[in-house]
């Protein structure tokens, strides 16, 4: 069989090259984590490749997009309730389970709950389905926007309710340095640089998605040198891979309900279904590194790591079944 075949047919199944990264990335973590000075020296060069990274988000984003999907209250508001009201509060109620299989797990069940959505995939997906691309923009946008400030104020909140220690002002402010300032300087650069990024846009996709590889790379290599998989047995992943999966399963049917409850044109629907259901690895990683710094980061950053695959799994066969029925409908039209 040919590797185009290959590929095809793990497509098929919502598995591509980047999740086949992820998987491979997590292995050369396990087998051969940076270590001592080199650890260092990857961390900083994580650091500013988040930044250079969220500096490009602000640069090709499109002003009038935010404006024009502002527009559309029902869907803005239906993400931003999904994203940073349902999430929290399902995460409170999905803790309890976890912390029985360990503590730093139910911490990164209540910080899934805390972050914002995707970007990319959310919208990839959106089209995909033939939803509403230009309101899937401006929701998993104005998401990523309000969770640079929503989300660690989110954290300390959930985590201070399940008697958790809470990370304090001078995280936050970390992150606004190696977030939220880059993306309002990306703005400023729009102009000068949009044309380019427009015609170029693999530089911003190859710059994600390996800088969430170099992040995971380093944060699996750190729980690796502290003896991450000797702390967790197999009976522990297959438990936490189950409240995963249940996590985003009450989280989808409660989207596609809530379409329902506000009669959303299709398209609407679809932009909702995708870009509230799904979290940010992109922003999670580098947060949690300074929100939880000195504590068990890889552990703590697993249930988001899985939530991230699954997702991506889940929504890439929905998305393909989706189209399918669309493309058989217009072919019998």
Same mark, same amino acid.
């Given at each position: ?29 396990? #087998? ?9 020296? #990857? ?61 730093? &797990? ?192 890889? &552990?703590?950053? &697993? ?31």
């Amino acid at each position: 069989m040919r590797l185009a075949d290959i590929e095809a047919s793990l497509r098929r199944i919502g598995i591509d090259r980047y999740l086949i990264l992820l998987f491979l990335t997590l292995a050369l973590a396990s #087998v051969l984590p940076v270590r001592g000075e080199a650890a260092k020296v #990857v961390s900083s060069v994580t650091f500013w490749a988040v930044a250079v990274l969220f500096f490009l988000y602000g640069a090709k984003l499109s002003t009038e997009s935010i404006r024009d999907g502002l527009l559309n209250r029902r869907l803005q508001l239906g993400t931003l309730l999904t994203t940073f009201g349902l999430f929290p509060i399902l995460a409170l109620l999905l803790s309890s389970p976890a912390r029985m299989l360990a503590p730093a &797990l139910a911490v990164g069940i209540l910080y899934i709950g805390s972050l914002p959505s995707t970007v990319q995939s959310s919208i990839a997906f959106t089209s995909l389905s033939g939803g509403n691309v230009a309101g899937a923009i401006c929701a998993a946008s104005i998401s990523n926007i309000a969770g640079v400030v929503l989300s660690p104020l989110l954290v300390s909140l959930l985590l201070a309710t399940s008697g958790e220690a809470a990370p304090g002002f001078e995280a936050v402010w970390k992150i606004c340095q190696q977030i939220l300032l880059p993306f309002i300087l990306g703005q400023f650069c729009r102009r000068w640089l949009f044309a380019t990024l427009a015609r170029h846009k693999w530089i911003v996709t190859i710059f994600d998605r390996g800088t969430i590889l170099l992040i995971v790379y380093s944060a699996f290599s750190a729980g690796v040198t502290s003896g991450i998989w000797e702390k967790l047995g197999l009976h522990i992943l297959l438990l936490l891979f189950g409240l995963i999966v249940l996590f985003l399963a009450i989280v989808m049917a409660i989207t596609v309900l809530a379409a329902r409850l506000m009669r959303m044109p299709r398209e609407d629907a679809l932009a909702l279904f995708y870009c509230g259901s799904t979290k940010s690895l992109a922003t999670g990683l580098p947060m949690a590194g300074i929100l939880f710094a000195g504590q068990d980061i890889a &552990l703590i950053v &697993l249930p988001l790591m899985l939530y991230h695959l699954i997702q991506l799994v889940v929504c890439a066969l929905i998305s393909a079944r989706i189209a399918e029925l669309r493309n058989q409908k217009q072919a019998m039209a």
